[in-house]
């Protein structure tokens, strides 16, 4: 195609701008050039540089402006003409589509001031400020929130299952579409579990496998809580929780915790004179104090559930790592009367990225859930949700936990141990009977923040303690993961810790 190029007395005419700067193109990429140089063209309209009807530069002398050869340029305008962003006029050239509507020229950045500056679109901006989680992948030493270590973990095993899973001919069919539920297979295997270890018979239906416990509360919060709703948590509490509350418009009634969990007896004095749609727990190792909630609260809870009509979400995600005696069972494992809704994790005793969660309760109430976790995210992976109940099934699952738990207990033990030597003056905790980490009080005086800087300037991670504040709970105080690390890391992290401590 020959196009002739006949400046027309405009604003700018094609000649005047400086297209050798304004189209740059690469010839190593992948992208062909043509369509390098069309996309270009398609920046320069959307941006206003080119207005409708403006004409193009000629293609013998764009051509010669950006040293490609003369046909590539009509490629360029050929694609530019069928993606209508252009039009050719005989006997004039190649124009810039005269239907296409004015666009105004952004300004520089630095010229537009802050009264300038406007959203493009009115939105929830609730959660704008909100800080994004740790990422410890790239940490290679980290005193972290209480996570278990990746390395014991039988990683091997599981991508062993998986792939093998995946080259069978009926493997196949878990890459399609399948039970919003979960795998009926890690139901079944998840189900046994909770009956021999936790002695909660949960129907494998009334089973919903989730992308860990954190997704759990989401979908409870969403079925239980309208806007203005009360739903009662500890004064010191997991914080994600209490955003997903909030963010669902509810207020929080804080309830003091103790050494045995939340207090029952405050919750019913409150009760008398506030409604509560529901109540959330952790009732072994309270996030973030470790605190194990006491049978005999346990009991009142449920009482005063059935009394006074409100769900309690139990978040019971560490159960598996208890040290000192037998967990005890968990309130869904005594619930007669279904107010629970239970929320465990097997990732978070395993690998954290690997997202395998599950929710339990009510029938109605779990197809309910089902039907809103379709709508956010279908189903899970279910290839890894398989291989996960081979595991189960195999045994494996159960000797990693044997073994981790003697593992952890030893870590815990040798964690304690330096810190009690270390930082005697510093540093106020209890060994916690279970979990993956020490909840632990720092001298008032101690700036966490400040420590926390100068601790990642030597190499070593650890929380400044703000994500554990709240509105009535100021203690200056961090959890220090003590499972991720083996004896000589925790040497040298606390060594770390010695050097720079004030």
Known sequence: MGYIYIPINIKHTAQMLPYKTLIQVDRNAAIPLYIQICNAFISLITNATLQPAEPLPSTRHLAELIGVNRNTIKLAYEELISQGWTESIERKGVYVLSSLPILKQEKEENEISKTDKEEPFYWNKSLSQRALSKNFQKASLALDDGFPDVRLAPIDELMREYRSISRKFYGRSFLKYGDAKGSINLRQAIAHSLSTTRGLNAPVDDL???????????????????????????????????????????????????????????????????????????????????????????????????????????????????????????????????????????????????????????????????????????????????????????????????????????????????????????????????????????????????????????????????????????????????????????????????????
């Open 208 to 502: 919903l496998i989730t992308k860990g416990s954190q997704m759990g509360i989401y979908l409870a919060a969403q079925l239980l809580l309208e806007p203005g709703d009360m739903i009662a948590v500890g004064v010191s509490n997991y914080t994600t929780a209490d955003e997903i509350f909030r963010q669902r418009g509810a207020k929080l009634l804080r309830i003091p915790v103790d050494q045995y969990g939340m207090d029952a007896d405050i919750l019913e004095q409150q009760l008398k004179k506030t409604k509560i749609k529901a109540l959330y727990i952790i009732p072994h190792h309270h996030s973030p104090t470790t605190v194990t909630l006491s049978m005999e609260r346990r009991l009142k809870f449920l009482k005063l559930a059935k009394t006074y009509r409100f769900a309690i979400i139990e978040d019971d995600y560490d159960f598996d790592f208890h040290y000192t005696n037998k967990p005890f069972l968990p309130l869904a494992s005594i619930d007669h009367n279904q107010n629970v809704i239970y929320l465990g994790s097997v990732t978070k005793t395993f690998a954290p990225a690997l997202r395998i969660g599950f929710m339990t309760g009510p029938s109605n109430f779990i197809h309910a859930a089902t039907a809103l976790r379709e709508l956010i995210d279908r189903q899970g992976d279910t290839a890894l949700e398989e291989a996960f109940a081979l595991l189960f099934e195999q045994g494996e699952m159960n000797r990693y936990y044997r073994k981790a738990l003697k593992i952890y207990k030893q870590r815990r033990d040798t964690f304690c141990e330096l810190l009690a030597q270390n930082f005697s003056n510093e540093i106020t905790f209890k060994i916690p009977e279970g979990g993956l980490a020490v909840w632990a009080i720092f001298n008032p005086a101690i700036d966490l923040v400040q420590l926390s800087e100068q601790a990642l300037q030597h190499g070593l991670y650890m929380d400044n303690g703000l994500f554990y504040k709240n509105e009535h709970f100021t203690t200056n105080g961090i959890r220090m993961g003590f499972a991720s690390l083996d004896e000589k890391e925790m040497i040298t992290a606390i060594a770390i810790l010695k050097k720079i401590m004030p």
